[in-house]
């Protein structure tokens, strides 16, 4: 599995004996025949950190754009929203990329390989779809409309149906289709990785047929359907498309070729740099012309700013490009050790909590800031922005130091001998204070969150500290 905020490290700096690079057969010439590594005293690929931070806080950005600015109310906001979902395919992207990249010169296994996938991104999608199944029945009538949910067998039957369909669809809330979807990569990369070392040298031709389908498919999806695709299984299908794997097989696959082919890729967005970011603002340029005048001649703006216009596909694929030669500035650039390459480290640990918290915080925020707060929308977004970050950090710091990080956060909990009980104590504490002021005050269900987590940062606490008393042995 590729978790967001998995950190991208080649099994050579992690295994003591790495399997043997697989070999083409030697009367094929156009067999897997990549270059061997590069190996440097720090093989971690910093610059998808960067791409994948700067991710992150795009699709937070993306969804609180959609409270307090909607994008039918401005043809401004619309206009920035278009942009910001890059956040889906570049996502996908990753995805591709880092996987292809851990095991382009491995074998696969593929038990071991899903066994290992689906328990760190698995675990965590069960979690939170019931975490968020529940919090949305609590919306709706508080604990009582939970506890209906089981007040007789009936009841219980479809409360399960209901969950059922929720994780099969990743539906539980709006973001979760993300882990859906990484899921059937998962499923299909073996395969996929088998192919793209059987047909090494025509690689480009892959590449063209996957997107002749995605703009063929794109083209279908935003018009009216008829026939097969309206019932049976093939209109199931379709009614639910957009958490299949299916909208997102180019960008998948750019990025697995991209990281077959990573030295090439890599020297060329280091050297044509310029020309990249030419290329990449004019058609960012012609995509915001586009859609003006496409809003100027009437287009309702959701059709306009929907994700699965095929025209947007080409400033999603430059906004990525653009983004990756700044991660190969920033790999060159920064400093090992320096403040900004640990919170960078540290970031790209949380990035997938934060992807899976970020929606509780949001809601939670903006039920009060979005209804209460009367004053310009571009203030109003940044106020939101910042108050769903900071409490989506407190909740996956949270998360990171309890045993509850494994299936949360798809990481094992951080090294009690490593946490700072002085520190997250202290914290704990003011979150509680804080929750309760909230809780009966102006903001009931954002103090009832942060004093939850408050609390389970002062339990995490308490238990890390009776576990470092109870592992010190005593002195005579």
């Keep these: ?46 610059q998808i950190d960067f791409v994948r931070l700067v991710t992150f806080a795009g699709v937070i950005l993306d969804h609180v754009m959609m409270g307090p600015a909607a994008p039918q109310a401005s043809s401004t906001v619309g206009g920035v929203e278009v942009f910001l979902r890059y956040t889906r ?51 709706g009538g508080g604990l009582t409309n939970i506890a209906d949910t089981v007040r007789s067998a009936h009841d219980a039957a479809l409360a399960g149906k209901s969950l059922v369909y929720d994780l099969i669809t990743g539906t539980a809330w709006y973001h979760l289709y993300f882990l859906s979807v990484s899921m059937q990569i998962y499923l ?19 590449l063209a047929g996957s997107f002749a389908i995605h703009a063929v498919l794109l083209l279908m999806m935003v018009r009216p359907q008829h026939g097969i695709f309206t019932h049976g299984v ?57 859609f003006l005048w496409l809003v100027h001649h009437g287009e309702e703006m959701f059709r306009a700013t929907n994700v699965f216009m095929l025209h947007n596909t080409f400033a999603y694929a430059a906004i990525i490009a653009m983004l990756y030669c700044l991660g190969t500035l920033w790999q060159e650039r920064r400093t090992p050790g320096s403040v900004v390459a640990r919170f960078m480290r540290t970031a790209a640990d949380r990035s997938f909590g934060i992807y899976l918290a970020h929606a509780i915080a949001l809601d939670v925020v903006q039920r009060y800031i979005v209804v209460d707060v009367r004053t310009n929308s571009a203030v109003v977004i ?20 309890s045993p509850l990080s494994l299936v ?4 094992s909990m951080i090294d009690p001998a490593a946490q700072r009980v002085s520190r997250s104590a202290p914290v704990g504490l ?28 002062l339990v995490s606490a308490a238990w890390v500290a009776w576990r470092r008393r109870a592992s010190t042995p005593a002195v005579a």
Excluded: C
């Design 188 to 206: 299909v990369f073996p395969i996929a990785l088998w192919v793209l070392r059987r047909t090494w040298g025509r690689h480009r031709y892959l």
């Design 1 to 46: 599995m590729v978790l967001p905020g998995s950190r991208v490290t080649p099994a050579s700096t992690r295994s003591p004996a790495p399997d043997p690079p697989v070999g083409p057969p030697e009367t094929d010439e156009t067999a897997f025949t990549p270059p061997q590594p590069v190996r440097t005293k720090d093989n971690h690929l910093h």
């Design 408 to 411: 949360t956060t798809g990481r």
């Design 382 to 401: 940044v106020v939101d922005y910042l108050a769903t970050v900071a409490v989506t950090i407190l909740i996956v710091e949270a998360l990171r130091r």
């Design 234 to 290: 093939v209109g199931l299908v379709w009614r639910h498309l957009e958490v299949t794997i299916f909208p997102y097989q180019f960008f998948i696959l750019s990025g697995a070729i991209a990281a077959m082919h990573f030295e090439a890729f890599q020297s060329f967005a280091r050297r044509r740099r310029a020309q990249v970011f030419a290329v990449g603002l004019v058609v960012v340029a012609a995509t915001l012309g586009y």
């Design 89 to 139: 395919y570049g996502f996908f992207a990753l995805t591709g990329f880092v996987l292809t990249y851990q095991y382009r010169h491995r074998d696969l296994k593929v038990a071991p390989f899903l066994r290992r996938r689906f328990k760190l991104i698995g675990l965590p999608f069960v979690v939170w779809s019931l975490f968020y199944w529940l919090y949305g029945h609590y919306l």
């Design 430 to 457: 003011a979150a509680v204070v804080v929750g309760v002021a909230l809780r009966y005050s102006v903001a009931p269900i954002a103090g009832t969150a942060i004093l939850g987590t408050g609390v389970l940062l």
